[in-house]
DNA sequence: CAGGGAGTGGGTAACGTTTTACAAATCTTG
DNA sequence: CAAGATTTGTAAAACGTTACCCACTCCCTG
C-alpha cells in the first residue's frame, strides 16, 4: 500500500538537469549568491519549483551552514520561558533558519549533553536560557558556535548577553509595597551558595536587589530572608519558616511565582488571609498570576522582548563573528493585582 | 583574547592515525558494528577519549543517519504537553539519540514548515503531538519518516498512535457527576466542522463521549453543549452562553483546563459559586488544576505513559520500517478535587 | 591436506552541497 | 577598435562519515 522505500529526495542535481544549467548554478540561486542572472534565477526557481525540491541541510551542513538554530530551555515547565520563546522565534520567522529546541535540562550534566548534541548537528546559532553550567562551559561552547546566553548576569567576552534587570524589579516590588503602608516585609530566596553564581544567577540579584531597596527605604533593620528554592514546595516551606519567627511579617515578596503558589498553600493552611492578613508578590507574571482565582501581583520580564533581542544579537554574530560583545538589560514592568494591599 | 576562529573539528581520521588503525575501523567501533576485536575497540576508545573526538552528525546525515528524533508540540504553554515529552524522552536517555522539539505550531502551515524542516534535517523519526494538518499531510510525512502520531484518532497505515480514550475519560466525568447526584450536565467543546476532524480530533471525542454517557444515564434529554474553543476566552463566554439558557446546568464539563479556568472566571462574575450553586470539572489535569487556590476536579491522560509508548513505537518502527502499523489507546483516571460536590 | 567458514581489518566510493578557480562572453572606455 | 573590466556560467575539489567489497589469518572438517 505505501511504498516500500521511500522515494529517493530530489536533489540539486536534479534540479540543474532539468533547468538545464550547472548544480553551481543551483546553488547560487539558493543562496542568493553573486553572479546570477535573472534569466537564469527564474528558470532554476521554476524547476525547483517543478521538482519540489528542498535543500538538505546534513549536506549543506557539511559545507558549513545547517541554517538552524538551537534554543535550549531549561525548564519546559516554567510559563515564564514561552514568551521569550516566542520573541525568537518570530524574529526568525521570515529568515531562513530554523529554531530548534533542546528539551529538559534539569542540571549541569543534562546542560552539556544537549549543548554538546547541538554543536555537533552544526547549529550555526545558539541561545542558551538560564543555564545553570560553570561559566567555563558556557564559554567553551561560545568558542565553537555563536552563542547568545539569556538570564545570566555579568559580561562575557565569548557570549552576548540578554537579562531582565532583577535589581530593578525587586526594587519595584518593595516600592510597592512601602508605598501601601507596608514596612515588615519578608523575601523567599532560592538559596546560592557559589561564589560566582551569587553574581551572576538571578535570584541571587533578586535577593540583592530586595536588600538594596530595604536599605533605600532605610528598612534595613527589616530585612527577612528565608532561603529555600524557586519552587512550589520552596515557597511553602519558606513560608511555614517565616510565620514560625517571632515577628510576622506582613507581605512577603516571593521570588518566583512558583514560589508563591507555596506561600498561598502555607497561608491558607494557617488561616491566614490574603491581602488581609498578609500581602504577597510574585515574579516573573507567569499564567498563574494572571488567572482569576490567584490574580497574583507579580513583575513582569518583558519576555517577548528579551527573546527579540537575543535573536538580533545572534543574528549580528553569526554575520560577524568578531563583533565585541553586547550586554543587554531589559526593564521590567509591576503588575499589581489582588495579593497585595496595605497591612492591617 | 579569544581563539579568532573556531580550533578545526576532529575528525574520524584524526582519531584512526592516533589509534594507527583504518577510518573503517573506527567507524565500526562507533556504530557497534560487527568486525571489531576487543584489542581494536580499546585502541580506538583511547584514541577517542584522548583527542576529545564527537562525531559530526552533518556528515553522518549524509549517509542517512544523524542520530536525531523531532518532536513537534503544538502550543508550549499547555501544561499537560511537558508530562509527554517527559515520556519521550527518558526513553532517549540512554540511547545514541537526541531528542529536538519542533516549537510553536499554531496552525496547519506552521506545522508543515516545522515537519519539512525536521525532514530536511534528516531526522531518524519523528513524533507529532496533536497534529491539525490535513491527515494527508501526515501521511506524506510518515512516507518519509519513521513517525509516531500521538492524540489524533482513527488508524493510519503510514504511521503508528498513541492517543487517550478521550471516550473513557469523558464517560468518567460524567460517572462522577451523576454519582453526586447531578443531572443537568452541560458540556463545552472545542467547535469542530469538519468531517475527518470530527473522528479524529480528540475535542471531538470527548464531546461524543459527554453524548454517550448522557445517554447511559439516562439523561439524553438532558444533553446541553454549548460550542466555542479550548481557551481561557471560550470558557469564559461558553459559561456566560449557558447561565443565558433557561435551565441552568448544576455541573458543568468543560473539555479542557484551559476552558474551566475561563469557567470559573464567569462564574465567579455572576456571583455563583462552586461547587455550591454549580460543579465544574475539566480535563487534562494541568498545572493549574492541582494548584491549591484553584483544585479543579480533572481527568489526567497518563502523559508520561503516552510519551514512553511513542517513544518505543518509534524505536521499534526505526529498526524495522516495514512493520504493520500500531495504535495504542490509554486509559485516563479522574482526579476528583474541590470543584464538585453533590448538587445543591 | 584441500576446502571453506568465521573472525578481523582496510580501501574506496559514495552521500548532496558549497567553494574555489577559471573560462567564456559581454560591456566600457579611451 | 583594442584592452581591460565586469558579468555569467562551469568543472572539480572538498567536507566527515558509512556501506560495500575484498584480503588475510586461523582453525575446523571431511
Known sequence: MEPVTPPRRVTIVDVAQHAKVSTTAVSKVLRNAYGTSPTMRAKVRK??????????????????????????????????FPEILDGITDSFQDTDYQV?????????????????????RGMDGLVLIAP???????ERIAGLVPTVVIGRHGPSAAYDTVTDDDLAGAALVIDHLTGLGHRRIAHIEHHETDPIRLIEMP??????????????????????????????????LGAQQLLAR?????????GSDFTAMGVLDALAEAGLSVPGDISLAGYDNTTFAALGQVSLTSVDQAGHHIGANAAR?????????????TQIKLSPTLIPRRTTAPPP
Not at 104 to 113: D, K, L, S, T, Y
Not at 132 to 138: E, T
Open 47 to 80: 524547476a525547483i519549483e517543478e521538482l519540489g525540491y528542498r535543500p538538505y541541510a546534513a549536506a549543506r551542513g557539511m559545507r558549513g551552514q545547517t541554517y538552524t538554530i538551537g534554543v535550549m530551555l531549561p525548564d519546559i515547565r516554567n510559563p515564564f
Open 100 to 120: 530548534l529546541l533542546g528539551p529538559g535540562c534539569n542540571g549541569v550534566a543534562a546542560e552539556a549533553r544537549v549543548t554538546e548534541a547541538m554543536v555537533d
Open 132 to 138: 545553570v553550567s560553570p561559566r567555563s562551559h558556557l
Open 203 to 236: 535570584n541571587a540579584v533578586r535577593a540583592d536587589g530586595y536588600r538594596q531597596a530595604m536599605h533605600a527605604h532605610n528598612l534595613a533593620d527589616q530585612i527577612n530572608i528565608v532561603s529555600t528554592t524557586y519552587t512550589q514546595e520552596g515557597g511553602y
Open 246 to 254: 517571632p515577628q510576622r511579617p506582613t507581605a512577603i515578596f516571593a
Open 313 to 325: 544579537l545572534l543574528q549580528d554574530r553569526i554575520t560577524d563573528r568578531h563583533r565585541p560583545t
